[in-house]
């Protein structure tokens, strides 16, 4: 043990987080009250949690999907100066990104001393950074929290995208953009997919821009030059009267279907039950959108879906992304 746990580790911190690892939840922005509402601890902050800014330390690891980032393996670390906090953490690994809730030019003069982390803008189409990136924060001027294990590689969770400001019709192609980046899987020329909520046009022409073939539906038009892609078919009407078992002809099975509709979640809940049963698609990418009060119990339904994943993505506001890639 490194005599720089001699160093008193501070009284103001409950028992648990002196005594071992623990975990942090880094609320995506705004989404603090989700995020304790969905955590739902029992018993007064402090006992098995605690609330620093945007962030909620706790004994338990549980999966949380309006955390931006999650800090694995979260433990205090003595920093009796800026120095040997930098030290302390480059001992673990490399590379760290400072998250301040105070003390933010004291977490600044450590981040200067650390190897520089280059929080470049992703391209779409290259993989997600694969170097691990740990996050810290400063409890008081000698305490820092820190944690190399995190469970997204970017800085506090955020995705910043390269953009295309040119061709894309909405910045809603930035969500598609960056789930498919966050889930390391690309629509391949041919493929079939159906963009259900597609007005004015941002995610189809994702997917046409990837090579596959797009049957486009919305209840308003789409943007009238990506009407005109060859790979894209629009339709005007509602993605709820597509019937499973004929979209695509009778054998074909569609590879994707991605919705961005504006409609209630335990509506989108159905729908995609129907398309499951009907075994008549293979990938989902859906936005829930969680309209007014936040439907704590369908999201978990769609979680609950085998083999796949909410997330709230950067380019997420009051909505969450679902997504099943087989
Ligand atoms: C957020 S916008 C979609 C943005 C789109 N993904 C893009 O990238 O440009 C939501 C869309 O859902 C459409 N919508 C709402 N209910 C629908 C329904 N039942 N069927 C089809 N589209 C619907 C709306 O007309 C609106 O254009």
């Not at 400072?98 to 189409?125: C, E, N």
């Not at 192609?173 to 004015?200: I, M, N, Q, R």
């Not at 789409?222 to 078919?233: F, G, R, Y």
């Amino acid at each position: 043990m490194s005599e720089d746990w001699l160093f008193p580790l501070p009284e103001s911190l409950p028992g648990w987080m002196r005594e071992g690892a623990f975990t942090g939840y880094l609320a995506a922005p705004g989404f603090l009250a989700e995020l304790l509402a969905e955590l739902d601890f029992e018993g007064p902050a402090g006992a098995g949690h605690l609330v620093f800014g945007d962030m909620v330390f706790a004994r338990k690891a549980l999966p949380a999907v309006w955390a931006q980032n999650i800090w694995r393996n979260a433990r205090l670390l003595p920093a009796p100066s800026i120095g040997q906090g930098a030290k302390a953490l480059r001992e673990i690994q490399r590379n760290w990104w400072a998250h301040p809730v105070r003390l933010a030019r004291r977490a600044a003069l450590i981040t200067d001393k650390l190897p520089k982390v280059s929080a470049k803008a992703q391209v779409f189409g290259e993989a997600a950074p694969s170097a691990p990136l740990g996050s810290f924060t400063l409890w008081d001027e000698t305490t820092l929290i820190a944690a190399s294990d995190c469970a997204s590689p970017y800085p506090d969770g955020q995705v910043r995208f390269v953009e295309d400001r040119f061709s894309a019709p909405s910045r809603a192609y930035l969500k598609l953009w960056e789930a498919l980046t966050l889930l390391g899987v690309f629509p391949k020329p041919g493929e079939l997919c159906l963009d259900l909520g597609s007005c004015p046009g941002g995610w189809t022409w994702v997917l046409a821009s990837c090579g596959a073939r797009v049957f486009s539906i919305d209840k308003a038009p789409i943007e009238p030059k990506i009407a005109a892609m060859p790979e894209v078919d629009f339709c005007q009407g509602s993605g709820f009267g597509l019937e499973p078992k004929t979209a695509g002809g009778p054998e074909a099975r569609v590879d994707w279907l991605c919705s961005d509709m504006a409609c209630y979640p335990a509506r989108l809940l159905e729908l995609v039950t129907r398309w499951l049963e009907a075994d008549a698609c293979r990938n989902f990418i859906c936005t829930l959108k969680c309209q007014g009060e936040t439907d704590h119990a369908t999201i978990q339904a769609f979680a609950a879906i085998p083999g796949s994943r909410v997330l709230h993505l950067s380019h997420n506001k009051h909505e969450l992304t679902w997504a099943l890639i087989r």
